[in-house]
């Protein structure tokens, strides 16, 4: 299957050079650019590309505003596409704020061109973007200042176990570490993670991290 992709960024050679990496590969098709959050958001419903490619930064509605939009669809859609955040990482405050508003992961605004067609594979696929080490990294940089804001009674459907790899997992561990931490076979993580996605109704991995930070359950530094 094509993977359908939009692009917001207000710069147009941004625009136009992700545009022309994606659309040489085989399997990707660019169907629309967006140079602010509005549009992005009004051509996303039009379109209903698979992945939204979408800069934090953007004049009148921005990144974060968008994001939270096209992830609350009014009630005449259930149109909710997967949205690749682009940061520059060290000064988007906003990154962690669109982890939560439902964003699939973040691409730095310097990645090469083979990182961008994988990261959009990767979103496309309903993977979490990135190793879950570097995704750990930058929520708890915007962690460190904010309280839990989840009741951590949302924990309770979790098994004991369950809990012992989400912390795992919030803290940055791959299913191959989380595996030799608890000795436990790597394919009954792979299964824990599902059920904790499931049982907390989160989309990815990268959703997961966060919530473990919101209950409490891992602390910044941890």
């Given at each position: 299957?094509?993977?359908?992709?939009?692009?917001a960024?207000?710069?147009?050679?941004?625009?136009?050079?992700?545009a022309?990496?994606?659309?040489?590969q085989?399997?990707?098709e660019?169907?629309?650019?967006?140079?602010?959050?509005?549009?992005?958001?009004?051509?996303?419903?039009?379109?209903?590309?698979d992945?939204?490619v979408?800069?934090?930064?953007?004049?009148?509605?921005?990144?974060?505003?968008?994001t939270?939009?096209?992830?609350?669809?009014?009630?005449?859609?259930?149109?909710v596409?997967?949205?690749?955040?682009?940061?520059?990482?060290?000064?988007?405050?906003?990154?962690?704020?669109?982890?939560?508003?439902g964003?699939?992961?973040?691409?730095?605004?310097?990645?090469?061109?083979?990182?961008?067609?994988?990261?959009?594979?990767?979103?496309?696929?309903?993977?979490?973007?990135?190793?879950p080490?570097?995704?750990?990294?930058?929520?708890?940089?915007?962690?460190?200042?904010?309280?839990?804001?989840?009741?951590a009674?949302?924990?309770?459907?979790?098994?004991?176990?369950?809990?012992?790899?989400?912390?795992?997992?919030?803290?940055?561990?791959?299913?191959?570490?989380?595996?030799?931490?608890?000795?436990?076979?790597?394919?009954?993580?792979?299964?824990?993670?599902?059920?904790?996605?499931?049982?907390?109704?989160?989309?990815?991995?990268?959703?997961?991290?966060?919530?473990?930070?919101?209950?409490?359950?891992?602390?910044?530094?941890?």
């Open positions: 299957m094509t993977i359908s992709v939009l692009i960024d207000d710069q147009a050679m941004v625009r136009a050079g992700f022309a990496v994606l659309d040489a085989t399997g990707i660019v169907v629309g650019q967006a140079a602010d959050g509005d549009e992005a958001v009004a051509m996303a419903h039009e379109l209903r590309p992945v939204v979408m800069d934090v930064r953007m004049p009148g509605r921005n990144g974060l505003e968008a939270r939009a096209l992830q609350t669809p009014p009630r005449s859609s259930d149109y596409p997967r949205v690749l955040m682009l940061t520059t990482f060290d000064i988007d405050d906003y990154v962690y704020e669109a982890l939560r508003a964003a699939s992961g973040f691409l730095l605004k310097d990645a090469t061109p083979e990182e961008l067609v994988v990261a959009v594979r990767v979103v496309a696929s309903g993977d979490a973007l990135l190793a080490s570097v995704t750990r990294r930058l929520i708890e940089d915007f962690a460190r200042s904010a309280p839990p804001r989840i009741d009674g949302r924990l309770s459907e979790l098994t004991e176990r369950e809990r012992e790899v989400l912390t795992l997992v919030g803290r940055g561990f791959s299913n191959t570490e989380i595996a030799a931490a608890l000795f436990i076979a790597e394919q009954t993580v792979k299964t824990h993670v599902s059920k904790i996605l499931s049982k907390l109704g989160l989309r990815d991995r990268v959703h997961a991290v966060v919530l473990a930070y919101d209950t409490g359950l891992v602390q910044p530094g941890s």
